[in-house]
């Protein structure tokens, strides 16, 4: 199954260019093609692609942190690039395309990178959602799940599913263990504790 | 060499060369140290233990996929509870209080606001171990032994009739998940600190309680519970 892919570039004949080069490997289904950046992350939210090409001036370094913070996105960065660009910015990519590679060369790196993401576990964000500290603080506070439901405004079933989840990301199962863990990361105070 | 089964003919020092957890558990039959290349059939009829019971144990211990089947019915309930009664020894007197003066050395030099929480998750912790083991010594295992007396014709009535064995189950899973969450703790969240050595010792530690405890409770749910459920059948068909 051919990788999706999302193209940002400004240059129409560069863009037309990557999405030939791109769809004829037969490796890369174009979902969207843009000239613009300013609903570039809307549309990367909405279509997941495996790949975003995107030239470096489109978007800034806490672009790819928003995405990672927003989803459980496995959508690689690949910038494209014919002008200077700083290494500071060049470093939030995970390849980066020159103008005058080959197409050989493009489709080694591309190859390689798309390797690289299969071997990855599906799941490798631990960290808690913003719910599930939500849910985590009322916890270990002493509130029961029904207590947690109400608090939330969600339903129990929902709570349970949080606590799963919390269990199963942190590797902690008993409420004093979660309280520790609270402790530690400063998610809740001595105060509110009592 | 773990997963191999360990037999008669061995030498008592090779047991302890392949696996050295189980020089804990040669103690719980009162073997010391110092046996020379005796096999282990030989020290065992020098003490008055049976072979086969000496070796279902250490099976059990050193291979977490042996399974006692037919050897079962050949077990000495007595002998067994002697063995169980021996290690919660072992863990009152010995471990239980390494780990704390280790872990009370540790929190001791540790500056951080979560430090009285995680004294209290450990002394909570350490506090239903404790009265796991004593509830076992003060109720089920005498709940035993009088079953014990019951089929061997001593006739007892203590009204404790309607206490099944079913109720020794239950009860493990609760401190195996506090260990586990004890360990993580150690491992993954606490932030680092200068005494690492120490921390790793603690964790090493915990690593082996945990898996002592497992055995424990494999042996109490595996071996004990179905050899009482038979004799409660026995007594009351």
Known sequence: ?194 | MKESIITGSMKMAALVAADPRSMVLITRFGIDLGFGDKTIKQICQEKNIQTDFFLLMVNIFLSSTFFPNQKLKNVDVKLLLTYLANSHEYYIREKIPLIQAMFGNYLGRMDHPAKPQLQTFFDEYIQEVIEHIEYEEQVAFPYVSNLLASSEGVAVNDGRESYGIRIFEERHTNIEDKLSDLKNLLIKYLPPSSDRFLRIRIINELFDLEQDLGNHARLEDQVLIPLVEQMEKQLNP
């Open chain 1, 1 to 194: 199954m051919p990788a999706s892919a999302i193209i940002a570039e400004h240059s129409e004949i560069i863009r037309k260019g990557m999405v030939q080069l791109l769809e004829s490997s037969g490796l890369f289904a174009i979902v969207r093609e843009t000239p613009c950046s300013a609903s570039l992350y809307d549309q990367v939210r909405r279509h997941q692609p495996d790949i975003l090409f995107v030239n470096p001036a489109m978007i800034d370094g806490a672009f790819r942190d928003k995405l990672k913070k927003t989803q459980e996105l496995q959508t690689r960065l690949a910038a494209i690039v014919y002008s200077l660009h700083d290494e500071s910015t060049l470093k939030v990519f995970d390849e980066v395309i020159l103008v005058n590679d080959s197409r050989a060369k493009i489709l080694r790196k591309l190859n390689a990178l798309m390797k690289e993401k299969a071997q990855e576990p599906a799941n490798t964000d631990l960290s808690l959602t913003a719910r599930e500290v939500d849910v985590l603080k009322l916890l270990v506070k002493g509130m029961s799940n029904k207590e947690i439901s109400s608090g939330l405004f969600i339903s129990t079933h929902t709570v349970m599913t949080h606590r799963k989840n919390i269990t199963q990301k942190l590797n902690i199962k008993s409420v004093a263990g979660l309280t520790v863990y609270a402790m530690l990361n400063s998610l809740i105070s001595l105060e509110e504790l009592d």
